[in-house]
């Protein structure tokens, strides 16, 4: 089986919910290619070769750096055909999410997103689906010749046993008609972790009783390397920016490690951290609803767990 995998990249590196989906393709099995946009090095391309990969696709034509949707759609199919692919897996993401459906019509494949698990080729081709926000899961089968799969993040674990990838540069014709939108300028806040491209995630909720208490919650972020993040109360408060609102109707997060503080766990907020590989409860009432989705809790005054917690994490660092 030949499978093509969309990986994107973020400062000039591979990011991590991309090697997630190479490591995937690996395992479903059969001979990985994945292909690139925009600018990265050789050698940092090369590392898709470690999560699974046996070849990257690299198109660095000045035209396919700002991510035009229907372009990276159009640049796809192309390399389908060249690769002969049956299979395209990508991450689920602002980005893989609508190329993945432009892709699915240009090359008439089924699409499944949300993916769990790898897929079940027993009886054709079925895979898991997350739903209703991760409160249930469907199976899928996938009946067209070829499939596209999204994945969802730390649905699959990364390979590092593999060898570098060799990688190629790939000419795509551009059809003018698919830049009749451009990206004319972007502006990303600098100077901080940011928040839905973050592995470790420090929320605070109305437990931390005012913002004058927010920085025992920074101290935390800081001693991890962790962005910081809060529930929709303490953003409508003005407590907190509304960019760090976590939740279903903030910014959905799916870090290694998710750590709540004084967050009850409203079914809203819930929706946006359940990705999440490993959550972590602080609160003071044992019968805050988080509890039943943490993997570890600590029922406790969050003003005695969280200095103490941040001195032993910096007496381990140090």
């Not at 499978?3 to 991309?18: N, R, T």
């Not at 190479?22 to 994945?34: F, K, L, P, Q, R």
């Not at 390979?159 to 790939?170: L, M, P, T, Y």
Request: proline share 3%; with cysteine; aromatic share 6%.
């Amino acid at each position: 089986m030949s499978i093509l995998v969309f990986i994107e990249i973020s400062e000039g590196e591979i990011k991590k919910s991309s090697l997630e989906a190479i490591s995937y393709a690996a395992g479903i099995g059969g001979d990985v290619t994945a292909i690139a946009f925009g600018e990265a090095s050789n050698d940092a391309l090369s590392a898709a070769g470690k999560a699974g990969a046996t070849k990257v696709l690299h198109v660095a034509d000045e035209k396919y750096k700002q991510g035009n949707i229907q372009a990276y759609a159009s640049a796809l199919a192309a390399a389908v055909e060249s690769t002969g692919a049956e299979t395209v897996v990508l991450a689920k993401s602002s980005l893989g999410d609508p190329v993945s459906a432009r892709l699915a019509i240009k090359i008439g494949a089924s699409l499944a997103t949300n993916v769990t698990e790898l897929p079940d080729t027993s009886n054709g081709f079925t895979v898991k689906r997350s739903i209703y926000t991760g409160k249930a899961f469907a199976n899928v089968d996938l009946t067209e010749g070829k499939r596209i799969i999204g994945i969802k993040k730390n649905a699959a674990i990364i390979k590092e046993d593999g060898a570098d990838a060799a990688v190629e540069a790939f000419s795509v014709s551009a059809d003018d008609a698919d830049f009749k939108v451009t990206v004319t300028s972007q502006e990303k806040a600098t100077g901080e972790i940011l928040l839905p491209e973050a592995d470790l995630v420090v929320s605070g909720g109305r437990g931390l009783k005012g913002p004058e208490n927010w920085g025992m919650i920074e101290d935390l972020a800081k001693a991890l390397g962790a962005a910081t993040g809060c529930s929709k109360p303490v953003s409508d408060m003005d407590w907190r920016p509304h960019h760090e609102h976590v939740g279903q109707t903030g910014i959905k997060v799916a870090p290694t490690l998710y750590i709540a503080v004084g967050i009850s766990g409203a079914i809203q907020h819930l929706a946006g951290v359940n990705s999440s590989k490993f959550i972590v409860v602080i609160n003071k009432d044992p019968e805050a609803p988080f509890f039943k989705a943490a993997d570890y809790g600590i029922v406790g005054d969050a003003f005695e767990v969280v200095p103490k917690l941040t001195e032993a994490i910096k007496a381990l660092n140090n």
